[in-house]
């Protein structure tokens, strides 16, 4: 039952895609997830992370859909949203290694990236949290009179928590000018989306009067028209949009499975899903050198991203607090 | 001068930070209405997109706020009733509480949340009748608990004005509180700033919000016998820590009472604090609610299980110098 | 988009509605909330109580649909279906009255009243939050090899509850043999259903492959009979319904309200609402002479009831903690 | 004798209470695949009716649990994060914890709340390092914290046996412990009795979950100056006050250290009890988190907010007879 205008082409007020900065997007998301599961495995980065690989092409597609000046939320699998919305690699690549010079100085971390100045309201570790969030800062950005969007990301996991389903609610009844991006990746961790969704993930939003379109979310140029369609809906204060970009999870749920192994997904399966690849997709769009130009123009990024990133300095443990409160209010401390 | 009521003062500083402030806004359920009366009257005066009644989602109205506080907005949310705290407890406590550490100062989520007629209201029984107060306490959001009219206009009105999240526990047992005041004094009241409501030299009295009442009419009572000073420290995070500690360089002798759960509640952390670090002569006490109490719905069960005057004029008599007796 | 079925005659499987039975419950219900407002009114209620005069045919017929085995959970708005199920009304008024003899040892009031003997697993203070608990009840039923069924109330208030909607998504993945009773009587507290509820109560149920149905909540028989259809469904292990039964309060959101007298709807609105009521529409199915024995019968019994709460001892207050743990583990006390 | 690690006792618990009463069931995410490895083969051994993978519906999860724990199931549930516990606050707090008194005693909950790698788990950050005991030990709801395999093992046997609903945080700093035990010897632990680790007569060091290991390397570092006496509590709520007071008796000295938020934590409740009603000759001393921490992502600031050895030993020090000369 997904809306059909939504499936259609992008509304004539979107621009059309421009397939070489897809195609970077694309690349640098990529290659920035393998730099940062190499330096997971070297042990530069603490705790590991949540890798996009293959899912670039819903983070590509929709961020150029967006005006510098609207905003996003993101999730834990976040990397490749605050890259495409356009967070420095460099200042992105140390906050995930810790330092003082990262997005949110080295207090955030992989699960946490943020950057206010270019509208990315941060990445969230709690499945669903943000999309209540975005949904404020749509409402506000409204109240002020702007016509900023805002742009909430989650899984097929999220739309069984209560909170986004109160939010498809809110945002419905209030119009709010926020587009939901569920991200169809097929699992939960180890769950597979059928299992965990009863009915259907557009029928969820469609029941609170919110349009929904599936979209083939391993193509870029699809994902930016359905994204563009519904930006334009959204900044139109006709309300919000859901979008279900199907999708495929090359890589581990997060860094541990690398080494812990669990069984739920079998190889078959993977070869299947990767078979479909974003890169390759958006890179058949372009010349053959330009494409090889754009790699490697996003090889030297990384490798910038990654010297600045460990050349850069840990913060000092007597920083700790910093930040806890924004007006300066001190904390006591954990011994007297 | 004026009376002004408890419930009066508080709807008074929500709207003066309104008129203020065009960023302030309220959203609730049933706030247009104002079946609390706490909203009365707003929503004529500064209109239907201030004053938002909201569905009952406390997840994420609590969420929208926070979004929209990120975004250059002061929303104050009304709480029917303390337990929904409970429902919006991630959103509270790991959302707005931790977004200006984790960004490293790039935001700061300026959002009030208010909690009128928090405590026991009077046969609503178990689901209806927590102080939880001290939750707020250990976790680290600013919590206010104001115990008079005065108080609590300037509390709210500073909370409303902070830009940490902040949550204000309007106690059942103080809304019916009046006071003289002069209007054109009424202000904001600084959080982590107690207040000696009673100067004495024999045994501190700490109370928390509606029983601050309580501890000044045992004090006038017990008031041949034994002089007890009475300190509000009005914000239980921040705490007054250095007003407490210069009464008790004073008394020497500590009774905190507390209506809220006894383990880990606030005042098992008043005298752990004044244990380690003040002036203490003789062993404190405290009167508050019992372990992992629910209050009952019968009236008699109802009031057993909170602290009582009569436990107070016992604890500070235990706690003073011969036992009070002069 | 009614779920055509559910909304045509009950299963062959139910019964015929017992009309005498049915206006039975609905004189009973009516005149014990008349009652208990009057308790209320004279101070005898501590804290007042949820009317829910004009609501009875939604308690009546869907009880009278169950089984005696089967389990109910209840609502803050409760009274009606804790007395269709058969709780006994003098222990019920005692309750209410917070004395030792009622449902609870007066430990729960008006919100609370539980007789887990006959299946009621306990009205809930907070919106929306039995709904997993009775799915629970209702799940651990089929674990141990039973065919009873679970009915679970709320207002049209709690369908924007994050609970109610995950609860929704877990029973349908599950079949959980229970039945989701939404009493849609227009207000939750002052706020209209319609500015609350995008979309539709029903689509929020169907969104997650739960028919739904909406029933007209002020015929007993109405109610009975799509009951039957869903509590049938349920039995048979092919998952829950919801029911829509469109009702409406007479009387006050809480019995406060006769004092502050909000304003959130017309003389002229209560009127119309009031036009239709379940106990007429129910009594003209009788002979006069059975509706006017029926009458005295309640009335005998609610006089009963009420000498029964008013005779009946206050707790002692040295027992106030007792029941706090299941095994007796002793709470230390508010002072030392 | 078998080396026993900590997560493979709490996975041994589960197995053995599984197999020993056919009510016992497993609900959480991902608990077939075993992602934190506590599940680990319990699906192929005990089948998918009694081992159910949940959505990401922390809320409806939990009330499913307390509604199947009234009807004669005992659900234990993990939940992968300790913050989730916040989104199910209102289940367990307001609803599973009260149902027994509402009800006047016609029903009880005995529902299971583990987690796993509670604290920092190295490198989670803000919303996923959370170590929020203490909150519970306020509501009230059982509260367990073991600090070794063998009373992990036993106090998560005894929870599943619990009628009412208990909380077991497995501490991330205690899941790699290993220990040598003779497996026919694990038993269940009863709640509320603590357990000396280390009997000493100079200074009573009460330490929580994985920070028992620390105090009892601390008090091996220190033998040669202070007979250090280290007491684990193993329940927060209830706890061995008894157990407390004797070895106060001894000691008259105390030092708590506990990985949670300092205000209204439990060190600061054992502190205040000590203060009110035990033999102190000394003031007492805490070693926990500061106020409202929020840890920072970076692994040099994470470890900053937490209690440390080096802290430990000189507030020992502080607190000992001569600061610890001899
Ligand atoms: C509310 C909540 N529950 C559980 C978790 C633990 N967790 C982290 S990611 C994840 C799976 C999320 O799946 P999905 O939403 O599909 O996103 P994906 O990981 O596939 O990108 C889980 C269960 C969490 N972070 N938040
Ligand atoms: C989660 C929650 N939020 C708010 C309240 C306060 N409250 C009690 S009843 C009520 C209205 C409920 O409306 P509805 O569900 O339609 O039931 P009705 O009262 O109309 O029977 C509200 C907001 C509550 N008890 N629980
Ligand atoms: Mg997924
Ligand atoms: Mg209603």
Chains 1, 3 share one sequence.
Not at chain 1, 200 to 207: D, F, K, L, P, V
Not at chain 2, 70 to 94: D, H, K, T
Request: aromatic residues 6%; charged residues 20%; proline residues 6%.
């Amino acid at each position: 039952m997904a809306d059909p205008a939504l499936s259609g082409p992008a509304s004539p007020s979107s621009q059309k895609p421009d397939s070489a900065a897809l195609y970077r997007t694309v690349r640098l998301i990529r290659r920035f997830e393998e730099r940062a599961v190499e330096l997971v495995h070297d042990g530069q980065i603490f705790g590991g992370i949540h890798p996009y690989t293959g899912q670039e092409a819903v983070a590509a597609g929709t961020c150029a859909a967006l005006r510098p000046d609207d905003l996003i939320t993101s999730t834990h699998r976040g990397h490749g949203h605050v890259l495409a919305k356009g967070a420095d690699p460099a200042r992105m690549m140390a906050e995930i290694a810790g330092r003082t010079t990262g997005l949110n100085a080295g207090r955030g971390g992989s699960m946490h990236a943020a950057d206010f100045g270019i509208g990315i309201l941060g990445a969230n570790a709690i499945v669903g949290a943000a999309a209540p969030i975005a949904t404020g800062a749509a409402w506000a950005a409204r109240c002020a009179g702007s016509d900023r969007v805002v742009m909430t990301y989650f899984g097929d996991g999220a739309v069984s928590q209560g909170v986004v389903l109160e939010t498809f609610n809110l945002a419905a009844l209030w119009r709010a000018p926020v587009v939901f991006v569920c991200e169809n990746n097929g699992f939960a961790t180890t769950t597979r989306t059928d299992d965990a969704v009863a009915g259907s993930i557009t029928g969820r939003a469609e029941a609170f009067g919110i349009p929904a379109a599936r979209v083939d979310g391993m193509d870029p140029e699809a994902v930016f028209a359905a994204a563009g369609t519904a930006i334009a809906r959204a900044r139109r204060s006709e309300g919000p949009t859901l979008l279900e970009c199907v999708t495929y999870r090359y890589d581990a749920h997060h860094t541990w499975e690398h080494a812990a192994r669990p069984r739920y997904r079998t190889p078959e399966e993977v070869d299947l899903g990767r078979s479909r690849d974003p890169l390759e997709i958006q890179g058949a769009r372009l010349p053959e050198a330009r494409r090889a130009q754009i790699d490697a123009e996003i090889e030297a990024v990384l490798e910038e991203a990654v010297r600045f990133a460990l050349d850069s300095p840990h913060p000092d443990p007597a920083t700790a607090l910093d930040y806890l409160y924004a007006d300066g209010t001190q904390a006591r401390a954990g011994v007297a | 001068m004026t009376v002004l009521s408890y419930l009066k003062a508080l709807n008074r500083a929500i709207a003066d930070e309104m008129q203020r402030d065009p960023a302030v806004c309220v959203f609730g359920e049933d706030v247009r209405a104002a079946v609390t009366n706490v909203t009365a009257g707003l929503v004529k005066r500064f209109g239907d997109a201030r004053v938002l009644d909201m569905p009952i989602s406390e997840q994420a109205f609590t969420g929208i706020a926070t979004g929209a506080a990120m975004s250059g907005m002061r929303p104050l949310i009304e709480y029917q009733i303390p337990a929904l705290l409970f429902l919006a407890f991630e959103q509270i406590v790991n959302q707005a509480h931790k977004f200006s550490l984790m960004t490293g100062g790039q935001v700061s989520v300026p959002v009030t949340y208010l909690i009128p007629s928090s405590g026991s209201r009077d046969g609503w029984a178990g689901q209806h009748s927590d102080h939880p107060y001290s939750l707020f306490a250990h976790i680290g959001v600013k919590t206010a608990v104001p115990a008079t009219p005065a108080d609590a206009y300037g509390l709210l009105a500073t909370a409303i004005r902070d830009d940490d999240p902040v949550v204000v526990f309007a106690p059942a047992g103080a809304m019916g509180r009046r006071e003289d005041v002069d209007l054109s004094q009424l202000a904001p009241v600084p959080l982590g700033v107690g207040r000696v409501h009673r100067v004495g030299t024999d045994v501190t009295v700490v109370a928390i919000g509606h029983l601050v009442q309580a501890a000044l009419e045992v004090a006038e009572e017990l008031a041949e016998t034994v002089d007890v000073e009475v300190f509000d420290p009005r914000t239980l995070h921040p705490f007054d820590w250095q007003g407490l500690a210069e009464s008790l360089e004073r008394t020497g002798r500590l009774v905190v009472i507390d209506d809220s759960n006894r383990s880990c509640g606030i005042g098992g952390e008043i005298l752990a604090t004044a244990a380690e670090e003040m002036h203490l002569v003789a062993p404190p006490k405290r009167v508050t609610r019992p372990d992992g109490a629910v209050l009952p719905f019968a009236e008699g069960l109802d009031r057993a299980l909170q602290p009582t005057r009569e436990q107070l004029r016992t604890a500070i008599q235990a706690v003073a110098k011969n036992g009070g007796a002069r």
